[in-house]
């Protein structure tokens, strides 16, 4: 019962350098989204896919991209990292039909330092 | 956009005491949801309401869905050391997005 897995779990990045994070989910859920958490700032959505070939923007999407070819996996890009995205990365899945199961379940998180 | 407002920011509570905290907002949710954070980790789920004015409880965890379907809130009884954490809610909205509040961390001081 693997959950959302997501790799890796630490990396250091070079100011400029390019980086993927990669997440995994094996519930067959339609929603997948990527976090970062910052301190005092909680949780805020960067992107988020209503299913596979879709994604959308959240709440603070510039500097990453992202992409969602399977409905298992969501991708998370970096093109050019810069020091302001140093943070803690989490992925989360959920159904999406209203009162079915609609719990979001979260991976374990990557942390990202980038200097 | 919406937001969440949760409070308190921070709690440092005996062991033993009872702890609650709450998030507001003026959206209408569907779900509300409450996580907790260990160090380290992801967030864990620990209850989900689905209706509103809906209490449930798990174990010394309650938390209930308010009225309007603008706000819930988490009780912790008789607090353990291993309660320490950042707490979460998060709320679903119509069109499915699931929304964060900033989270509760809760110190327990021995």
């Known amino acids: 019962n693997a959950g959302v897995t997501q790799t890796p779990k630490f990396r250091v990045l070079k100011t400029g350098q390019s980086m993927t994070l990669l997440c995994a989910q094996d519930m067959n859920h339609e929603y997948m989204y990527w976090y970062r958490q910052d301190p005092g700032m909680g949780l805020r959505l960067i992107h988020y896919?209503?299913?596979?070939?879709?994604?959308a923007k959240g709440e603070v999407p510039d500097g990453y991209n992202v992409s969602r070819l399977k409905k298992q996996n969501f991708l998370l890009g970096l093109e050019s990292a810069a020091p302001s995205q140093t943070s803690v990365y989490f992925c989360?899945?959920?159904?999406?039909?209203?009162?079915?199961?609609?719990?979001?379940?979260f991976g374990q998180g990557t942390r990202l330092t980038v200097v | 956009g919406q937001q969440l407002n949760q409070s308190p920011q921070s709690m440092f509570i005996q062991e033993g005491e009872d702890v609650s905290m709450n998030c507001t907002s003026s959206?209408?949710?569907?779900?509300w949801l409450w996580y907790k954070q260990d160090p380290g980790e992801g967030p864990v789920l620990l209850i989900a309401l689905y209706k509103a004015g809906e209490l449930t409880s798990n174990g010394r965890l309650t938390a209930q869905f308010g009225i309007t379907r603008k706000d819930s809130f988490l009780n912790i009884s008789a607090s353990i050391p291993s309660d320490v954490g950042i707490y979460f809610c998060a709320g679903q909205l119509r069109d499915d997005k699931i929304i964060f509040g900033k989270g509760t961390r809760l110190h327990i001081l021995p």
């Open positions: 959206s209408i949710f569907n779900t």
């Open positions: 989360a899945s959920s159904y999406s039909r209203y009162g079915m199961n609609t719990e979001a379940f």
């Open positions: 896919s209503v299913g596979e070939g879709t994604t």
